[in-house]
């Protein structure tokens, strides 16, 4: 048996038709850059977040360097984050001249840990201007104490929901929980394009009139800059994928959850001790864009599982603030235990909607398998 960590051919097959038609009708429009196909789709992922507005950016990485724009943030302001994330979450800090802030996750979610975040504001709050939760593998970090900081200490806050669209937090959706939601359409976010793309999602209108004025070069009129913006458009190309896709983004994710659940009953049936399952947070609802388990042997199991035929991801293998990119900020090992210890931990295991249960079985009776040994 073959298990891939991720099929989207199965998905592709069952839409193949709808979205061919879809793109055709743009191709025979020769319209492309922001038309009815991005504007009908913000204002459906706006309304699917419970945000009051959507700007469609060409990226999930420049939807957070569009907010953080839009934030006012700029050169030697701080920006406080996760170091255990996506590159993108503290790069798109770095390329504004700002300075990425980390503090450590907490154990069981590994979101970034809200008393870790105390903890830095009351030693250092000058200079910092915004705070980045990452809804890390579709789960909401946990925003209450968070956007009660920020309130606090005057900071903006800025959901990085690339890996979360339609989770929830105590029944409000990611996108809606911040000032900002920024979300990702990479092809293997649980709604993906067929490139790159991204959104950003606020309830702000005057944030919303700065975000599209952003991404068009810092102009409202054309041809008049009242700033210097970047050019990030989501394209009409994509947003047609993407409105032909989000029709079935509820059915995949209920396809996810219970692959979750699939999992979680497996593996304490198999009684394997040795792997830690996902914890999800009371009053989240996780749209599992990643099933991690955390386990010792990690490198050892993956190369296992490879071998039986089974795919598997590290998210992600280095905490940022040891990335070589980041030297400058001056942190060193040890600085945050729990994100260390997770990157040298964590599997992402096979989770996409269409998997089998039989493969699901495979997957656990191998790792199973390869503690027995
Ligand atoms: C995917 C991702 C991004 C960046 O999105 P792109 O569309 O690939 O630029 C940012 N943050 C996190 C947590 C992500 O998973």
Redo the contacts with the bound molecule.
Sequence with gaps: MKVQLLDLASQYRKIKKEVLREVTKVCDSQHYVLGKNVAGLESEIASYCGARFAVGVA??????LLALMAAGVGAGDKVVTTPF?????AGSIARLGAVPIFVDIHPKTYNIDPESFESYLKKNRKGVKAVIP???YGQCADMAPIKALAKKYRISVIE?A??SIGAEYRGKRAGSLGDMG?L???P??NLGCFG???MVTTNDAKLYDRLKMLRVHGSRVRYYHDEVGVNSRLDELQAAVLRVKFKYLDGWTAGRIKNAERYNALFSKAGIKEATLPYIQKGNLSVY?QYVVTVPKRDELRAYLASVGVGSEI?YPLSLHQQKCFKYLGYKKGDFPVSEKTAKEALALPIYPELRESEQRFVVSSIAEFYKK
């Design positions: 990226s999930g990485t420049d939807a957070i994330t996506f590159f993108a979450t990452v809804h890390l990085d690339a890996q920024c990702s359409f990479y293997t976010k790159d793309g991204g864009n998210y």
